[in-house]
């Protein structure tokens, strides 16, 4: 170990009663639910970008953490990479993700990052054996570097989309080597600020294309992950093609990627979108593409993506409860992209922030597998949509017209009575297991 987190042990769980700041109160990665280790369901991750390579800056200032390992030698890197498998080790939490450019100093072309990058992957392969902490995934930051200021795939100059290319083949890689369970394409820069310099669809089609030679790389080279595109509205492009889950559905119909590629769902994101972080869950379980979550939330007032811990219990129960319905995760997790307050300095704040998210998530998850088992939204489902099991029913709708339903509704005088959706008492039943 470093002396970076000083004397804090492994967060153990301790029940509900304990005021210990660093204790799990829900969080008890052994306890059956469904069936499951909680462990299993919940699937941790922590992001390399945010607790070790973001300094503290915002728009308006600079870095305010002080990391001894900020820097841009490999030696550094190896120093974060300690630090950070150090925090794992505290935390318990089963996986980790990072961007190649999270772990590896920048060189000054690709034959030098990808180096630099290889070395890195290299030194991980030694700290996962040692540590059993595994990759949910891996992914390449094409946003960052003023190369990517007007997109990657969807950049105007083919050789801004060759260096991108190249740049996820080498990520791939790097992920494939270290056994990673998905591989993400955050699309950051892949949108517009303005239509008046924007050829959209030149651009869509570019990005199906990088895509699909994404996956061919993945079927080559025999990575068994699962490939995963991350919607968001905007920020930092002004509209990004990636918006929501609807979009990157009819996006990856549209290029015929819709049984090779599922989304990575991000609750801020989901908020930017004007949606609730359930709707983009349900809405990707329905249509097949659910793949991992990135678990945060934004700030309420200011509009951006703040990436702040999880704390709200009925909200990530209600995210809980429709990944627990679909079956949960296969490849996927809760990948914790969220990072401290600039003010948060300490070291435990980093460690204090993970294991309160942990709980609240594990929280959720209770609440959630308690009301699939109780059975009441259920049943109260069933009941609503009753009419359409019914035999007769049936009968009458297959083969339908416009006008065989005219005559049912003539002959039988059918006159429709409204039923009360019965929207507070089910928020009331919600909040019995929250
Ligand atoms: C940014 C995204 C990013 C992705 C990975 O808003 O959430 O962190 O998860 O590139
Ligand atoms: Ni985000
Ligand atoms: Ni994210």
């Known amino acids: 170990m470093t002396s970076f987190f000083g004397d804090i042990q492994k967060i153990a769980f301790e029940g509900v009663d304990s005021t210990n700041e660093l204790a799990f109160r829900h969080y008890n990665p052994d306890e059956i639910i469904m069936g499951k280790p909680m462990r299993d369901h919940l699937r941790f991750s922590v992001a390399y970008w945010h607790s070790f390579a973001w300094e503290g800056g915002d728009p308006f200032g600079g870095p305010t953490f002080d990391r001894p390992w900020f820097g841009d030698e490999m030696a550094l890197a190896k120093m974060k990479a300690d630090v950070a498998f150090d925090m794992f080790k ?13 772990v590896r100093p920048e060189g000054s072309n690709y034959a030098e990052n990808t180096c630099n990058l290889e070395e890195i992957t290299e030194y991980f392969e030694g700290k996962m ?32 989309f060759a260096f991108a290319a190249a740049t996820v083949k080498s990520c791939m890689d790097a992920t494939h080597r270290l056994n990673g369970e998905n591989y ?18 030149r651009e869509l089609d570019n990005m ?4 699909s030679m994404v996956v061919d790389y993945k079927h080559k080279i025999g990575f068994k992950g699962q490939i995963l595109v991350e919607p968001k509205p905007q920020e930092p492009s002004k509209h ?20 090779e590629v599922k989304l990575n769902l991000e609750q801020g994101h989901a908020i930017l979108a004007g949606h609730s972080f359930e709707h983009e869950i349900a809405l990707a379980q329905s249509l097949g593409v659910l793949g991992s979550i990135d678990m945060n939330r934004n700030d309420y007032q200011s509009g951006w993506d703040t990436d702040q811990f999880p704390n709200n219990v009925p909200e990530v129960a209600l995210a809980y409860y429709h990944i627990l319905k679909g079956g949960g995760f296969t490849s996927g997790g809760t990948n914790f992209d969220a990072k401290l307050r600039r003010q948060s300095l300490d070291p435990v704040d980093l460690i204090a922030s993970h294991a309160g998210a942990m709980d609240i998530c594990a929280r959720g998850l209770k609440a959630a597998a308690a009301m699939l088992e109780d059975g009441g939204l259920e049943s ?28 049912w ?11 009360s ?14």
């Open 129 to 160: 054996a040692e540590t059993g902490t595994k990759l949910l995934w891996g992914t390449a930051n094409m946003f960052s570097n003023r190369r990517y200021m007007s997109g990657a795939s969807t950049n105007p100059d083919p050789e801004v």
């Open 240 to 259: 990004q093609y990636d918006y929501d889950v609807a979009t990157c559905h009819g996006f990856l119909q549209k290029y015929g990627l819709e049984n």
């Open 380 to 407: 109260a489902l069933n009941d609503r949509y009753a009419g359409w099991s019914s035999a007769q029913t049936k009968d009458v709708m297959d083969g339908a017209t416009l006008e065989s339903l005219t005559n």
């Open 409 to 419: 509704v003539k002959e039988q005088d059918i006159n429709p009575a409204p039923k």
């Open 184 to 201: 993400v394409l955050w699309g950051g820069r892949e949108g517009y600020e303005t239509l008046l310099n924007t050829d959209l669809t």
């Open 421 to 434: 959706g019965k929207q507070e008492r089910l928020e009331n039943y919600v909040n019995r297991f929250v």
């Open 90 to 102: 505290i935390l318990g939490q089963p996986y980790f993700c990072f961007h190649d450019l999270d």
């Open 208 to 211: 199906g294309r990088f895509l």
